[in-house]
């Protein structure tokens, strides 16, 4: 079944690490989106792809840092300049000017120890 | 810009009953889509419906269905006979036919469930 997975499900982060979030689809979207949510709030964009080998900022990229080599992948690292990561990341994709919105991945929970 | 607004941060319903959660949201284009998102407290993000904007009709999806309003630019989502696991926030959500893939996101509806 098509769908998109993220790894891992939760993730521990000392002060001053960079660690990196996984997301794969196999859905064959173009555009893959990264999202954070704060406990009781809404989806925040922090960074955005449309193709391979290009990716856009969000609202709130900072401390934060993408790649897209393929097209089934879109790995978010969290850098130590990101001051305050603990939060819910989720991973999103879509097909070019879709009006079927958005898969969501399951998200990763990212705390920091 | 566009924007979504969610005016309800939290709505409750007794079971079996009807509720209707309100969005409004803000744009000068013409040709758009619009979405209710479901999620549960495993933080799954679920699509529960769309509307596209050019359609009259309202949009439906079993116990669920839509208020379309393009004049006042309102999106209202009816959930009738609200069950235990309809228990989530509810995202509205707005993205344009033309422009960029983005999703607009409003702020967010908590839903509860009461038996």
């Known amino acids: 079944d098509g769908g998109i997975t993220q790894s891992p499900k939760y993730l521990f982060r000392k002060e001053g690490q960079n660690v990196t979030l996984s997301c794969e689809q196999n859905?064959?979207?173009?555009?893959m989106y990264w999202y954070r949510q704060d406990p009781g709030q809404g989806l925040r964009l922090i960074y955005y792809?449309?193709?391979?080998?290009?990716?856009q900022k969000g609202d709130i990229a900072e401390g934060y840092s993408v790649s897209r080599e393929k097209k089934e992948s879109f790995p978010l690292t969290v850098t130590s300049a990101q001051k305050n990561p603990t939060a819910f990341y989720l991973c999103?994709?879509?097909?070019?000017?879709?009006?079927?919105?958005?898969?969501f991945g399951s998200g990763t929970r990212l705390t920091v120890v | 810009a566009q924007t979504v607004t969610q005016s309800q941060p939290e709505m409750s319903v007794q079971e079996a009953e009807t509720v209707t959660l309100s969005c409004t949201y803000d744009?000068?284009?013409?040709?758009?889509?619009l979405f209710w998102y479901k999620q549960p407290p495993s933080r799954q993000m679920i699509l529960v419906i769309r509307?596209?904007?050019?359609k009259q009709q309202n949009a439906t999806e079993n116990r669920f269905s839509v208020n379309f309003q393009k004049a006042a630019k309102s999106f209202s989502l009816k959930i009738s006979d609200s069950q235990l696991g309809d228990a989530a926030m509810y995202f509205c959500?707005?993205?344009?036919?033309?422009?960029?893939?983005?999703?607009?996101w409003g702020a967010g509806t908590k839903l509860i469930i009461k038996p």
């Open positions: 859905l064959n979207h173009d555009a």
């Open positions: 959500a707005y993205r344009s036919a033309n422009s960029n893939y983005q999703l607009i």
């Open positions: 792809s449309q193709i391979v080998n290009d990716f």
């Open positions: 999103a994709s879509s097909i070019d000017l879709s009006p079927y919105g958005y898969t």
């Open positions: 509307q596209e904007a050019y």
């Open positions: 744009t000068s284009e013409s040709d758009y889509y």
